[in-house]
């Protein structure tokens, strides 16, 4: 797999995690229908902030496993493929659907942005997942591991921008939208599952070459 075919995998799963209905989605949401667009635009840069966070303790977190112990690096990279066929497994039999979304605290546009921000880097799961994704993506032959971290984190923050941003300037037609139709809601999270588990088998398909 070239460079440019790894970075469009990686892609195509960073949009579907991140188009999933989830907290993060809802507290732009909640900001903009509470205190207008710009509050909503506001959360959705501490949310980009702590996504570049994420991508950037995922390349260093790989930096030291190939110091120490480059081994451990391929173990990741199938116990990672795992995890994510178990979560592909697991929203694929969900039905996910959204019957309401409360309104954010009145605050101001700082306040909105640092909440994003700690919320985003804060959540236990999103260490679990950037350890599980991040081995199957940055790879030593792909070149200095910075600079596949600095592409990976402008992707994160460009998507988040595109989705969150572009709900934060809509967000009562995306609140009614997810509200209104769980069938949709439902069908993301499936087609986001079946996207984990064909990135996860095609990844550690790669991963095996790599023992050739």
């Known amino acids: 797999m070239t460079y ?18 989830g907290m ?20 959705t840069a501490g949310i980009m902030l702590g996504g570049v966070y994420h991508t950037l303790l995922g390349a260093v977190g ?25 979560i592909g497994i697991t929203l694929i039999k969900s039905a996910i659907t959204v019957d309401h979304i409360g309104s954010a605290r009145a605050a101001s546009l700082w306040v909105a942005f640092r909440q994003g921000a700690v919320t985003c880097m804060l959540n236990p ?5 950037i350890f599980a994704v991040y081995p199957q993506f940055i790879r ?34 995306g609140k009614n939208f997810l509200t209104g139709r769980p069938g949709a809601t439902i069908l993301i999270g499936k087609a986001a599952g079946f996207l984990f588990v064909g990135v996860a088998v095609i990844t550690a398909w790669q991963g095996m070459s790599l023992f050739d």
Do not use: C
């Not at 790989?62 to 178990?86: C, D, E, K, S």
């Open 4 to 21: 440019a075919e790894n970075l469009w995998l990686f892609f195509l799963l960073l949009s579907g995690i991140i188009i999933v209905p």
């Open 24 to 43: 993060d989605m809802f507290f732009v949401i909640a900001n903009s229908l509470t205190n207008g667009r710009r509050a909503g635009l506001s959360a």
């Open 62 to 86: 790989i930096g030291v496993l190939l110091a120490i112990a480059p081994w451990l690096l391929n173990v990741m990279l199938f116990a990672g493929a795992t995890y994510m066929v178990w």
């Open 125 to 129: 799961k999103a260490y679990l997942f």
């Open 140 to 173: 030593p032959h792909y070149g200095p591991l910075w600079a596949q971290a600095l592409i990976m984190g402008i992707l994160t923050a460009a998507t988040q921008l595109v989705i969150y941003g572009g709900l934060a300037l809509a967000a009562g037609s």
